[in-house]
């Protein structure tokens, strides 16, 4: 049973940081690819299928980044802690989403939030102009 937990959002200024930790238990996170999506605020929680990919990182290491979050978010993982982290740098008010982490245990980690079997339950970021 693979259980993922997120921690780390809360409230900003516009250009503040804030780094989301997900801790995975029931699988290494060395044989697992994670990608942290965004739900984009006007879209129903429950629609899964409408969640934005953010950042991935695949099970070689190899981070992937939407073109709105490159060169402002780092994603990395803690093998010894089992954990996935999102650094987030220069926030902007249009970043302000509900924010999950969710794993896969294939080696492809830039996929449709679909493909992906395991989630957390979401933490909100908020960045304030």
């Known amino acids: 049973h693979v259980e993922l937990v997120e921690s780390g959002g809360g409230s900003v200024q516009a250009g503040g940081s804030l780094r989301l930790s997900c801790a995975v238990s029931?699988?290494?996170?060395?044989?697992?690819?994670m990608c942290w999506f965004r739900q984009r605020t006007e879209k129903s929680r429950e629609n899964v299928a409408s969640?934005?990919?953010?950042?991935?990182?695949?099970?070689?290491?190899?981070?992937f980044y939407a073109y709105t979050v490159k060169g402002r978010f780092t994603v990395s993982k803690d093998n010894v802690k089992n954990t996935f982290h999102l650094q987030m740098d220069s926030l902007r008010p249009d970043d302000t989403d509900t924010y999950y982490c969710?794993?896969?245990?294939?080696?492809?980690?830039?996929?449709?939030?679909?493909?992906?079997?395991?989630w957390g339950q979401g933490i909100q970021v908020t960045v304030s102009s």
């Open positions: 029931g699988m290494p996170v060395s044989k697992i690819s």
């Open positions: 969640r934005e990919n953010v950042a991935s990182f695949d099970t070689y290491g190899d981070p």
């Open positions: 969710a794993a896969r245990e294939g080696s492809q980690a830039w996929l449709d939030a679909e493909d992906y079997d395991y």
